[in-house]
């Protein structure tokens, strides 16, 4: 049976008037990979800070590691590592430097990860530069370093991809991969870049103005990721009113002004495009794809918000 490192229990937040959580319940299963998707304003760094510590929830709770009580809770944190927001790191110190420093807070009596560290994240040549002289992927790289200095058994990590270049986020998704099936870490990632994500997570989390609205595996997101048909075509209006009258049952979405994803008759495309023909709908794009995990995000929020 797998063991459920973290549950929480109808957490709630509220800032003033605003619920920025609203009694979200989630469970976080051992060396599993989470991916936490949501707008902007969703909710994700607030979860993550109560999670962290940073932020107590207005009401609902949480266990950690099979633990409840506070004290419990404070005391098992030592296993989460977390990079929440900016990295928090001390610019006129070195890479080498501020991990050591941290190591030294934490308490680890280990006196070769720092070196270690820098290498895994690809800094240790640069490891006595000072932070303030470091490129914003580089300083993601090192929070990252930061964060597993405590060898930590649950990872929360809050964008780590912002400001990487494509094979910074390459080499980070191999060593974010490495982490979880060698060291059996388990990570919880919230990220802009929903099909790195897609690469990466077993598991996802999707959350809308404060409430989870869905929980769901890879292979299930593989199964709801539906087929559907592209057309874009300058006269939509009309093409959509001749979908309505002659496809009986049409289930589609408007994209755009010029586009629509027809998820009705994927496998009897031939009968689409002859209705489309037959009514001199003239078509710049009609093509059977598969919807993308951002897709499937937009359909299931409505919206077209930033994730």
Not at 56 to 80: C, E, H, Q, V
Not at 108 to 136: A, G, Y
Request: hydrophobic share 35%.
């Amino acid at each position: 049976m797998e063991n459920i490192i973290l549950q929480t229990n109808g957490l709630s937040v509220r800032y003033g008037r605003q619920l920025a959580l609203d009694h979200v319940s989630i469970r976080l299963k051992e060396k599993h990979i989470y991916g936490f998707i949501g707008e902007n304003g969703a909710g994700k760094t607030t979860l993550m800070r109560v999670l962290t510590g940073l932020r107590y929830p207005t009401s609902g709770n949480f266990s950690l590691f099979g633990k409840t009580t506070a004290s419990d809770i404070l005391r098992m944190r030592r296993y989460i590592g977390s990079t929440i927001e900016a990295p928090t790191l001390y610019p006129d110190f070195s890479a080498f430097q501020n991990l050591e420093l941290q190591r030294t807070l934490i308490g680890n009596p280990d006196k070769n990860i720092c070196d270690e560290l820098l290498r895994l994240v690809n800094l240790h040549e640069e490891r006595n530069k000072r932070v303030r002289k470091f490129s914003m992927g580089m300083k993601q790289r090192l929070a990252i370093a930061m964060a597993l200095i405590g060898k930590p058994k649950l990872l929360i990590l809050d964008e780590p991809i912002n400001g990487l270049d494509p094979k910074n986020i390459s080499e980070l998704r191999t060593m974010l991969k490495k982490l979880n099936e060698e060291k059996n870490v388990t990570l919880f990632i919230s990220s802009h870049m929903l099909n790195e994500l897609y690469l990466l997570a077993t598991d996802y989390f999707i959350i809308h103005k404060g409430k989870i609205i869905e929980s769901l595996t890879h292979d299930a997101l593989d199964s709801k990721c539906r087929q559907y048909i592209r057309i874009k075509t300058a006269e939509l209006p009309r093409c959509i009113t001749i979908i309505d009258h002659e496809l009986e049952n049409a289930e589609y979405t408007v994209i755009d002004d010029e586009t629509l994803h027809l998820f009705s008759y994927t496998d009897k495309s031939e009968i689409v495009s002859q209705v489309l023909v037959s009514n001199q709908i003239v078509t710049k794009e009609f093509s059977v794809s598969e919807q993308s995990l951002e897709e499937y995000f937009l359909h299931v929020t409505g919206g077209d918000g930033n994730v």
